[in-house]
């Protein structure tokens, strides 16, 4: 039995409707939105990290620092993308 049909017979016996989806989905990512966000702060520190263990603790740091908000708000926007994505066929979502 091919682990894709057990998966299959899984998403079936719980009763889970699979979406269609596109090979390609490059904007469904939100982590790389958070990336972006940290990207952003790490640059605009007035003393950019300079080695691995400054950059780990910048990154906590900018982290823990992270609005709430943000994260709701790509959380919240997911329908909205996966609906694009599919319209798109996969290609970048235009915004």
Not at 30 to 37: A, C, K, L
């Amino acid at each position: 039995m091919s682990s894709h049909s057990s998966c299959e017979q899984l998403l079936e016996s719980e009763d889970i409707e699979r979406m269609d989806w596109p090979a390609r989905s490059p904007d469904l990512n939100p982590i790389e939105h958070e990336w972006d966000f940290l990207g952003r702060r790490l640059a605009a520190r007035t003393l950019p990290p300079v080695t691995i263990r400054e950059l780990r603790l910048a990154l906590q740091d900018e982290w823990a620092e992270m609005p709430q908000q943000l994260i709701d708000t790509l959380i919240l926007s997911m329908g909205r993308r996966c609906e694009t994505c599919l319209a798109v066929k996969g290609d970048h979502i235009p915004y």
